[in-house]
C-alpha cells in the first residue's frame, strides 16, 4: 500500500474535529484517498520525498531538549516532537545521541559524524561545554606563551 506524505502543512476540520497535517507527516493511501483534490496537492507519494534536511530552529529545538533532558532520549524524542514531525524518530534518537558526544561532560564516545548545526546551536546554550571531539581542549602554557609570542 502506498504511503504519502505532506509537503505542505494544513488542517481539516470534520464533525468538529480538527485534524492537523504538518510537514512530513506520512498517511496511508486510504487516508489519502478520503481528502479532496486541493488537500491531496499538499503531498507527494512517499517515495518521491528526500531526506530532509535540518533546519537551524530544529537544531536550536534539539539542542534545548538535549539540555533539559541530558541522554534521556525519550524525553528528548517527546520534548523535539512538540516542536516538530518532521524527522523519524530514529533520526532524532540519532541526533540526541550525537549531542551527547559533543558533550564534554561525558564520556560517550563512538560518534564521529555530527553536524555543525547541532553544534553550534548547543555552544549557543552553552558555550565551550561542546566541542567536535567531545573532550575539553587542553592547551599547554608554554604553547600558549608561544602562540602569543609569535602573533
Same mark, same amino acid.
Given at each position: 500500500m502506498a504511503k504519502f506524505q505532506v509537503i505542505?502543512?494544513?488542517?481539516?476540520?470534520?464533525?468538529?474535529?480538527?485534524?492537523?497535517? =504538518?510537514?512530513?507527516? *506520512?498517511?496511508?493511501?486510504?487516508?489519502? +484517498? @478520503?481528502?479532496?483534490?486541493?488537500?491531496?496537492?499538499?503531498f507527494l507519494p512517499a517515495n518521491r520525498c528526500r531526506?530532509?534536511?535540518?533546519?537551524?530552529?530544529?537544531?536550536?529545538?534539539?539542542?534545548?531538549?538535549?539540555?533539559?533532558?541530558?541522554?534521556?532520549? =525519550?524525553?528528548?524524542? *517527546?520534548?523535539?516532537?512538540?516542536?516538530? +514531525? @518532521?524527522?523519524?524518530d530514529h533520526a532524532i534518537t540519532f541526533a540526541a545521541y550525537s549531542a551527547a558526544s559533543l558533550d564534554t561532560l561525558n564520556d560517550l564516545e563512538g560518534f564521529k559524524d555530527f553536524a555543525n548545526g547541532l553544534l553550534s546551536a548547543l555552544n549557543d546554550l552553552a558555550p565551550g561545554r561542546f566541542t567536535a571531539t567531545g573532550r575539553v581542549q587542553t592547551v599547554d602554557p608554554l604553547d600558549a606563551l608561544l602562540a602569543s609570542v609569535r602573533s
Amino acid at each position: 500500500m502506498a504511503k504519502f506524505q505532506v509537503i505542505r502543512p494544513f488542517s481539516v476540520v470534520a464533525s468538529g474535529k480538527r485534524t492537523e497535517y =504538518k510537514v512530513g507527516q *506520512r498517511i496511508s493511501e486510504t487516508a489519502y +484517498d @478520503r481528502l479532496t483534490k486541493q488537500q491531496q496537492e499538499r503531498f507527494l507519494p512517499a517515495n518521491r520525498c528526500r531526506a530532509q534536511s535540518w533546519t537551524d530552529a530544529e537544531y536550536a529545538a534539539l539542542a534545548e531538549a538535549y539540555m533539559l533532558h541530558g541522554q534521556d532520549r =525519550k524525553a528528548c524524542l *517527546r520534548h523535539f516532537r512538540d516542536f516538530s +514531525d @518532521r524527522h523519524s524518530d530514529h533520526a532524532i534518537t540519532f541526533a540526541a545521541y550525537s549531542a551527547a558526544s559533543l558533550d564534554t561532560l561525558n564520556d560517550l564516545e563512538g560518534f564521529k559524524d555530527f553536524a555543525n548545526g547541532l553544534l553550534s546551536a548547543l555552544n549557543d546554550l552553552a558555550p565551550g561545554r561542546f566541542t567536535a571531539t567531545g573532550r575539553v581542549q587542553t592547551v599547554d602554557p608554554l604553547d600558549a606563551l608561544l602562540a602569543s609570542v609569535r602573533s
